[in-house]
């Protein structure tokens, strides 16, 4: 453990008000959780809007409620995402089945999604990666001729916008994340909304029969909120970062994760979420921005990110090779940079899928999982990080030199700000 300046990864801040007032919630029945309900549902224009205990407990019960009445079984997701989601759908009792994914773009390699969507699959999900927007709307070609749901995945992109709508509102149906590392948070916590009348029925009918989460889950949340407010600052994060055992950052699968409504505790957090939403995305998207000038890869695509109104959730940066990766890694932990080596390996490669899930090559999450790091873009990112970030990532002060000809790459044609080579 060294006491020292330490960035996390990801970080969303709650406003200290709203902290403390939220115990209140324990006591205002429902009104709070309605407020959200209703803000949502006119922010996005959805349908419908439903409020649960976390993203993966709102995907659970999005995939239940397409499977009621339904032979179909597999549903679709990139080879590379979070383990949260093949999570979700064995919770469902449903078939994983994984799509390659670009490097260059983070989203479906469309050749081979073509060719995975037939009347088997249940729903494809089009997945924001690091607050940038999926094409949804090429995947929604694919899926109509054969009636595939798309469930556009935004865990990551809550306020992201491309140009063919908002995240969230481009699939048929579609949940955002609000845990601790997202765009906005509440804790834990998740959001679906639904675009169809029909599948609005289905998802109420499921919904109806969550149960409210017992008074020691939500304290437990407030909790956990608390610390992390007061953890998540550079000046302290050192000392959580610094015990393994809290498994800070780390991606798991398992399946016994609750399904409870949103609670009112959590619903107060929310309060003033939408302007709270736009300015951390406003400050991610600086942060981002400064970050590519300063390596020397600014100019075109960084006007392109910024037209396309990505919001960077984080900076992901595909390194020249493994070691590559590995060495900025490390020289990151040493001096509390923040940078992530994200996801550790490919949906394919989850030990507890090994008997579930088809074995197909996917090279694309492969050389993602290889090469991918992630640079925190955060509220909490001064200009004093961006240097540091900078020094480690030109190579600068580190052992093993790492060659770098800012490259930046943006498929217009998409208008999908994607990840940034390095090479
Ligand atoms: C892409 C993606 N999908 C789904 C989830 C699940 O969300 P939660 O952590 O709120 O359960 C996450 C969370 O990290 C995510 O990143």
Redesign the pocket.
């Known amino acids: 453990m060294k006491i020292q300046r330490t960035l996390s990864p990801t970080a969303a801040s709650i406003p200290l008000r709203h902290l403390l007032c939220a115990p209140l919630g324990l006591l205002s029945g429902v009104k709070y959780r309605n407020q959200l309900r209703e803000d949502l549902k006119e922010r996005f224009s959805a349908h419908a809007v439903f409020v649960l205990s976390?993203?993966?407990?709102?995907?659970t019960l999005i995939l239940k409620a397409l499977a009621v009445g339904s032979r179909r079984r597999r549903v679709v997701i990139p080879a590379y995402?979070?383990f949260?989601?093949p999570s979700?759908i064995v919770k469902a009792d449903l078939e994983v089945v994984l799509c390659d994914v670009d490097p260059e773009t983070l989203d479906f390699k469309f050749d081979e999604l073509k060719s995975v969507v037939n009347d088997d699959v249940l729903c494809v999900l089009p997945?924001h990666?690091f607050g940038f927007t999926a094409d949804v709307a090429r995947t929604k070609q694919l899926c109509r001729e054969h009636r595939v749901v798309v469930v556009e995945?935004a865990?990551?992109a809550m306020g992201a916008q491309s140009s063919v709508g908002p995240a969230g509102t481009m699939g048929d149906v579609a949940?955002f994340?609000?845990?601790r590392?997202?765009n906005l948070t509440s804790g834990?916590?998740?959001i679906i909304l639904s675009f169809s009348p029909a599948l609005t029925e289905l998802i109420e009918a499921e919904y109806r029969q969550v149960p409210e989460p017992p008074v020691r889950e939500i304290i437990c949340n407030w909790v956990e909120t608390v610390l992390m407010k007061v953890f998540i600052h550079p000046g302290l994060y050192w000392f959580p970062a610094g015990l393994p055992f809290l498994g800070l950052g780390e991606t798991k699968f398992y399946t016994d994760?609750p399904i409870f409504r949103m609670d009112e505790m959590r619903a107060c957090l929310l309060q003033g979420w939408s302007d709270r939403l736009d300015q951390s995305n406003r400050g991610r998207r600086a942060s981002a921005h400064r970050l590519m000038e300063d390596l020397g890869l600014g100019g075109r695509e960084v006007r392109t990110s910024a037209s396309s109104e990505s919001v960077y959730l984080r900076l992901p940066l595909l390194m020249r090779d493994h070691s590559a990766k590995e060495s900025i890694c490390k020289r990151s932990r040493e001096v509390g940079a923040g940078i992530s080596p994200n996801y550790p390996t490919t949906i394919q490669e989850i030990p507890q899928l090994a008997d579930r899930i088809a074995v197909r090559l996917v090279p694309g999450a492969q050389d993602i999982v290889e090469r991918l790091v992630t640079v925190p873009t955060h509220c909490f990112v001064e200009q004093q990080d961006i240097r540091k970030l900078n020094r480690i990532l030109s190579g600068e002060g580190s052992d093993t030199a790492i060659p770098l000809h800012g490259r930046a790459t943006a498929d217009e044609s998409r208008r999908r700000p994607c990840s940034v080579a390095l090479k």
């Open positions: 976390s993203g993966k407990a709102a995907l995402t979070c949260s989601v979700a997945t990666l995945d865990a990551q949940f994340s609000l845990g590392g997202k834990t916590g998740g994760f």
